[in-house]
């Protein structure tokens, strides 16, 4: 089976291009989401044409904007980095997601140095070029820095919505969207989605309640940047609790005093911070197989990526 495409910074699957010949192997991209991930890598210093190994650069304010200035001296690579950036930019729309190197000027999503026109150190709050243009123009894709993968709850967040936006991809985007697929799309991450934002959630029924009102294609556009930024919304244990009680009251009817007991201790466990996600969880999944409930069965928020990633053993 061919990987959820996802772009990343080359230097993070161990290929020798930073500025020094070295690299910034993430041996958990490549040992464990390289097992679900086609990665494709790019690494836009040197695809620009900057070489290997080539000056450091920062980036520099000036009145027209950001410029990618070298650090010892005054060698500017904007125009390269623009010009590669236009070329590949339009070749991303077929990736799910992007994992970004951190504190890179071309590759940081945030908190990169920026410097004068003179090289004097002004801030932290950069972006780099590439991590820039990115964002804009492809601003439903998930994307995230390696480094914050190693938080468990972003990790979980940002895996959780690299597999949500494949299946919107894959299911209601371009030639595939319907009425149809549309709501079935919502119904499958209903309890996702409130687990992520009920404020959200409780927008997007009324949107879809009257789907003659507008073009279809409007509607789905309003409804996926919705849905993507309540996704982008960690999920605190409260909300948790609140979407699996939701579950369980499908559930409850099938299920013997005791083990719903079982159950709801499990839950109230959670909420204290006594066990993992994944005890209440695989307690619920269990119930659901002994009971199927066609509504819950195809229910994301249930198994929202394969189990082998292990992710919610640490939420």
């Not at 930019?89 to 799910?96: A, D, E, H």
């Amino acid at each position: 089976m061919t990987g959820i495409p996802v772009g990343i910074s080359s230097c993070l699957l161990g290929k020798e291009v930073r500025h020094d010949g070295g690299h910034k192997h993430s041996r958990y991209c490549t040992q464990v989401l390289a097992k679900h991930f086609d990665f494709r890598p790019i690494c836009p210093e040197l695809e620009a044409g900057l070489g290997v190994p080539r000056p450091t650069i920062h980036l520099r304010k000036y009145p027209e904007g950001m410029r990618l200035i070298e650090t010892s001296g005054a060698a500017d690579h904007t125009d390269e980095m623009r010009g590669f950036i236009d070329e590949v930019m339009p070749t991303l729309g077929n990736l799910r997601g992007y994992i970004l190197m951190k504190k890179s000027p071309t590759c940081g999503m945030e908190r990169i140095k920026v410097y004068t026109e003179k090289g004097n150190h002004i801030d932290n709050t950069g972006v780099g070029l590439f991590a820039e243009a990115l964002m804009k123009a492809y601003p439903l894709m998930p994307v995230e820095e390696e480094g914050r993968l190693n938080d468990s709850m972003l990790r979980e967040n940002f895996i959780e919505r690299v597999f949500a936006y494949d299946d919107w991809l894959q299911n209601v985007a371009g030639e595939n969207l319907t009425k149809q697929a549309l709501i079935e799309f919502h119904t499958r991450h209903k309890f996702t989605l409130m687990a992520h934002s009920e404020k959200i959630y409780r927008q997007l029924g009324p949107l879809l309640a009257d789907l003659k009102s507008e073009p279809l294609e409007d509607i789905a556009d309003r409804y996926i940047h919705l849905f993507m930024e309540a996704m982008s919304h960690r999920v605190s244990r409260g909300s948790h609790v609140n979407a699996m009680q939701h579950l369980l009251g499908y559930l409850k009817d099938g299920m013997s005093g005791e083990e719903k007991s079982v159950l709801l201790e499990q839950v109230e466990a959670y909420r204290r911070g006594e066990v993992p996600l994944v005890v209440p969880m695989t307690l619920l999944r269990l119930a659901q197989r002994k009971e199927p409930a066609d509504y819950l069965t195809i229910q994301k928020y249930l198994t929202p990526y394969p189990d082998e990633l292990g992710l919610r053993n640490n939420v």
